[in-house]
């Protein structure tokens, strides 16, 4: 009997707080725990009594890298509730702010949280001694994208101009036409990226994974379409509930989900793009089969390629909704409350976000169901580790620690965290 | 553009990581001749861009090494990197910590000529807005060691 343990008490490089548990039995893996400890935070429970109208700000409150998406999952469940049609220029402002907020996310992810791994530097510090144009390029990349969640949003991080119904406000023509310029420099930025990270070794790793993405007619999805996944699943999103189960583990403050016929799924960036490739404009396309992609990518540390693939797509849509913009007459549909259930998911940069809320005759919200893309992809994270350490027991410790490491960060968890105080511990 | 800045870097809703931010508001109410104040409260990946082409640049932000609430820290981190062990604990940022950010900015010889850090031990930092009394009490010497900071040689 040989017993080794692995443990990552704090993971680094990933958003929030968490740790990976390993334990290995007579060069087999005995047990893996992704062991998530943010405190929860209740968010269901306390929009109960709220009104419709308010949880878009609330939610957006969940996460301070992905506030669009929670807002975007928020107006649609609700106008899906009450049953309001949000489109043209308004629609295409939605999906305009969502760009933004991919740019904004993955170019994070990319650069400063990811790259080092495949460069063999613990940070994005050393990184950028030796890589300094590359961190300078993805710094202001990833600004291009903040640029466009303040602009449409009214700031950065958790913008707050977004309703149901539409916006509080939305710019003319002229003003949007400004953001134009900064978005054509980072569109060549973005085609250097894909062509830099394209270039890092990857281990060979193909998990049979069961994407799970939206899908919709001759778009890349942002905010609408059916649940598709590479396994057969075409559903509308309200039917969300029978087909997917969330569960509680003893170990993890977040619930794991599960498809309930088959088990854990993937949802993120490489399942949107496996199940949307033929979505892609023709240029993007180019661009990905160029840095060696195929229409599938089952390769989880090619994620980064898929995320770099998905900027330069933000990028070129962007730049087509500004062309194609014109000022609507207002900011935003009229909505009146009802009684009702309202579902939405939408496509956060991690992958699907699920909403469901249920409302009384006087719009005030009775109960709410959020399902963010990482609670739905830790089973496979931990099914990932399985698979993936099998063959590489033998491995160093360090070795194998770092590689399992590295695993993890392939789905660019966001442990949702909102502080960011100096942790300091003195030398005495 | 301000030959000073000051920034203050905090979450208002997490209790004693509001630190910076209320400093640096009450710096603000000074109305400092020449000075400018920021607050920042969330992606601080832009920070290099905050400080374009201060000469000085004064950063005030809470503290977590489990030492005693309310001791200020100070560091001239134009001259040397913050503590070395601050980023191996550093794990639990949302994305960046200001410690990490200062050094990609020295690693992209983006530095200002002069960089205060300011760190303030916090002890509570979970959810709800407050400071501890600790914290809060050592705010009139943060602020006057800021002042300081900015008088003429």
Redesign the interface.
């Known amino acids: 009997m040989k017993a080794k343990t692995i443990k990552v008490n704090?993971?680094?490089r990933?958003?929030?707080?968490g740790a990976l548990y390993l334990r290995l039995q007579d060069g087999a893996v005995a047990d893996v725990k992704l062991k998530i400890f943010e405190?929860p935070?209740f968010f269901e429970a306390f929009l109960k009594g709220r009104q419709y109208y308010e949880a878009p700000d609330f939610t957006s409150r969940i996460c301070?890298?992905c506030p669009v998406a929670y807002q975007m999952s928020a107006v649609h469940a609700m106008e899906n509730a009450l049953g309001v049609k949000v489109d043209g220029p308004l629609r295409a402002l939605r999906r305009l702010i969502y760009c933004g907020e991919w740019i904004?996310s993955h170019g994070?992810h990319v650069f400063?949280?990811h790259a080092p791994d495949f460069l063999g530097y613990q940070?994005?510090?050393?990184m950028?001694?030796d890589y300094?144009e590359m961190?300078?390029l993805g710094?202001r990349l990833?600004?291009t994208g903040?640029d466009i969640v303040s602009f449409l949003g009214g700031r950065?991080?958790?913008p707050i101009n977004v309703r149901v119904g539409g916006f509080y406000q939305v710019p003319t023509k002229v003003e949007l036409a400004k953001l134009a310029e900064n978005l054509k420099w980072a569109r060549d930025a973005a085609r250097k990226t894909i062509k830099w990270v394209a270039g890092f070794p990857f281990p060979e790793f193909e998990p049979d994974y069961e994407f799970v993405s939206l899908r919709q007619e001759n778009e890349y999805p942002f905010n609408e379409g059916r649940l598709v996944s590479s396994k057969g699943l075409d559903l509308p999103v309200s039917d969300y509930d029978q087909y997917f189960l969330e569960e509680q583990v003893p170990y993890s403050h977040a619930l794991h989900s599960r498809l309930q016929a088959r088990g854990p799924y993937l949802v993120g960036p490489l399942a949107r793009y496996s199940l949307n490739f033929d979505r892609l404009p023709a240029t993007v396309q180019e661009a990905a089969q160029e840095a060696g992609l195929g229409p599938v990518c089952r390769n989880p540390f090619k994620s980064i390629i898929v995320r770099a693939v998905e900027i330069l797509y933000a990028l070129e849509e962007a730049l087509t909704i500004i062309d194609a913009y014109e000022m609507p007459e207002q900011p935003a549909v009229p909505v009146a409350p009802r009684e009702g259930v309202g579902y939405a998911a939408t496509e956060a940069p991690r992958g699907l976000l699920y909403h469901r809320y249920r409302l009384d005759p006087d719009g005030f919200i009775k109960d709410a169901k959020i399902v963010p893309p990482t609670s739905q992809n830790q089973k496979m994270i931990e099914q990932d580790l399985f698979q993936f350490v099998a063959p590489r027991v033998e491995l160093p410790e360090e070795e194998l620690t770092w590689q399992c490491e590295q695993l993890v960060r392939n789905y660019d968890p966001c442990i949702s965290?909102?502080?960011?105080?100096?942790?300091?511990?003195?030398?005495r | 553009m301000n030959q000073i800045i000051i920034i203050g870097?905090?979450?208002i809703?997490?209790g004693?990581?509001a630190v910076g931010l209320v400093a640096a508001q009450r710096l603000r109410d000074l109305k400092l001749p020449g000075v400018q104040v920021l607050e920042l409260?969330?992606?601080?990946?832009?920070l290099?861009?905050t400080w374009g082409g201060a000469v000085k640049v004064i950063a005030i932000?809470?503290?977590?090494?489990?030492?005693v609430t309310g001791a200020i820290?100070r560091f001239s981190a134009h001259e040397e990197p913050?503590?070395?062990?601050?980023?191996?604990?550093?794990?639990?940022?949302?994305?960046?910590?200001?410690?990490?950010q200062i050094?990609?900015a020295r690693?992209?010889?983006q530095l200002p000529p002069s960089l205060i850090v300011y760190?303030i031990e916090?002890k509570d930092?979970?959810?709800g807005s407050g400071l501890s009394p600790e914290v809060a009490g050592a705010l009139p010497e943060v602020i006057r060691r800021v002042l300081e900071e900015l008088a003429p040689e």
């Not at chain 2, 932000?61 to 030492?67: C, F, I, Q, T």
């Open positions: 704090y993971l680094a990933v958003e929030g707080e405190p935070r301070g890298i904004e994070l400063m949280l940070d994005s510090i050393r950028a001694q300094p961190v300078k710094l990833k600004k903040n950065e991080i958790h965290c909102a502080t960011h105080f100096l942790k300091l511990e003195i030398e | 870097i905090g979450n809703f997490r004693d990581d409260d969330g992606d601080i990946t832009t290099a861009e932000d809470a503290a977590a090494s489990r030492g820290h913050l503590p070395r062990k601050l980023f191996a604990t550093c794990c639990s940022c949302h994305a960046f910590g200001l410690a990490q050094e990609i690693a992209l010889q760190g916090g930092f979970t959810l």
